[in-house]
């Protein structure tokens, strides 16, 4: 551990050069400040502000539920308790589907709250959005494959691109959204071949979620990883406090497990 107290901030430049050198990246859901501090000095390189807090930390079903308001509170939190890793936060459901300036607005507000990159899910219909933001400087990670928000129009948690038709529109999604200015992609319930030939064809990282250990990095949802989360445990994911003398020991755990693709293993991905 005692490495990290002296690492350089993880900047958008530094992911770049991660994925160009094949150094897995390791992402981690956050949503406070003393979990921020925690999961810096265990050598998280992204913390993300997931609309997960919807369900983690506010007890709901989904994520539909969560507010602008409730992300930017989130981010703060996080932003305050961390020194060098990578802030990306979430924007909601209906945060960035109204209209584009809307959107733009709210960027804007997780921006000034503290991240340094937002996320939101969908394809080609919103690269005109990725597009705007890239031009007033606000770096965007795209979300493709399962897509949480959409649960209702997709009738439950499917693996998505499992067909020849599906692999394609992923492929074209992630050259699109890449072309119109993307910084990251991230796949969530994708075969893990797909993912990874995927990753090889983009110049821009990927992180992966039931995807696969050939994404340039991967991330989990803290509370799962901590074997707290109540309900039905994903596929994807691993209880890292098993083993672990301590929460600061199975974040370094996760944390090592990604960086020697010890994870995920095939029995963690699709």
Request: charged residues 20%; glycine residues 10%.
């Given at each position: 551990?005692?490495?990290?107290?002296?690492?350089?901030?993880?900047?958008?430049?530094?992911?770049?050069?991660?994925?160009?050198?094949?150094?897995?990246?390791?992402?981690?859901?956050?949503?406070?400040?003393?979990?921020?501090?925690?999961?810096?000095?265990?050598?998280?390189?992204?913390?993300?502000?997931?609309?997960?807090?919807?369900?983690?930390?506010?007890?709901?079903?989904?994520?539909?539920?969560?507010?602008?308001?409730?992300?930017?509170?989130?981010?703060?939190?996080?932003a305050r308790g961390?020194?060098?890793?990578?802030?990306?936060?979430?924007?909601?459901?209906?945060?960035?589907?109204?209209?584009?300036?809307?959107?733009?607005?709210?960027?804007?507000?997780?921006?000034?709250?503290?991240?340094?990159?937002?996320?939101?899910?969908?394809?080609?219909?919103?690269?005109?959005?990725?597009?705007?933001?890239?031009?007033?400087?606000?770096?965007?990670?795209?979300?493709?494959?399962?897509?949480?928000?959409?649960?209702?129009?997709?009738?439950?948690?499917?693996?998505?691109?499992?067909?020849?038709?599906?692999?394609?529109?992923?492929?074209?999604?992630?050259?699109?959204?890449?072309?119109?200015?993307?910084?990251?992609?991230?796949?969530?319930?994708?075969?893990?071949?797909?993912?990874?030939?995927?990753?090889?064809?983009?110049?821009i990282p990927t992180?992966?979620?039931?995807?696969?250990?050939?994404?340039?990095?991967?991330?989990?949802?803290?509370?799962?990883?901590?074997?707290?989360?109540?309900?039905?445990?994903?596929?994807?994911?691993?209880?890292?406090?098993?083993?672990?003398?301590?929460?600061?020991?199975?974040?370094?755990?996760?944390?090592?497990?990604?960086?020697?693709?010890?994870?995920?293993?095939?029995?963690?991905?699709?």
């Open positions: 551990m005692e490495e990290n107290k002296t690492r350089k901030p993880v900047k958008l430049g530094t992911l770049r050069k991660m994925h160009q050198e094949g150094e897995p990246i390791v992402m981690l859901t956050c949503y406070d400040a003393t979990f921020a501090a925690l999961e810096d000095e265990a050598g998280v390189d992204i913390m993300l502000i997931g609309d997960s807090l919807g369900m983690t930390i506010q007890g709901h079903g989904t994520t539909i539920p969560v507010s602008i308001d409730d992300m930017a509170y989130h981010t703060a939190c996080v961390n020194k060098n890793a990578f802030v990306l936060a979430d924007m909601n459901f209906g945060s960035y589907l109204v209209n584009e300036d809307e959107a733009v607005r709210n960027a804007v507000k997780l921006m000034k709250a503290g991240a340094n990159m937002v996320k939101f899910e969908g394809g080609l219909e919103v690269c005109p959005l990725v597009g705007r933001l890239k031009q007033i400087g606000i770096p965007v990670c795209a979300h493709i494959g399962f897509t949480p928000q959409s649960v209702n129009a997709i009738g439950g948690y499917y693996v998505q691109g499992k067909t020849a038709s599906g692999e394609e529109k992923l492929y074209q999604e992630a050259m699109a959204l890449q072309e119109a200015g993307a910084d990251m992609v991230l796949f969530e319930m994708v075969p893990a071949g797909i993912a990874s030939k995927i990753t090889k064809e983009l110049r992180i992966g979620i039931g995807a696969g250990v050939g994404t340039s990095g991967q991330v989990l949802v803290l509370q799962d990883i901590l074997g707290i989360f109540p309900g039905r445990k994903p596929k994807f994911s691993k209880n890292f406090m098993e083993g672990a003398s301590s929460i600061q020991q199975a974040v370094a755990n996760y944390v090592q497990a990604v960086k020697s693709r010890q994870f995920p293993t095939d029995q963690h991905s699709f």
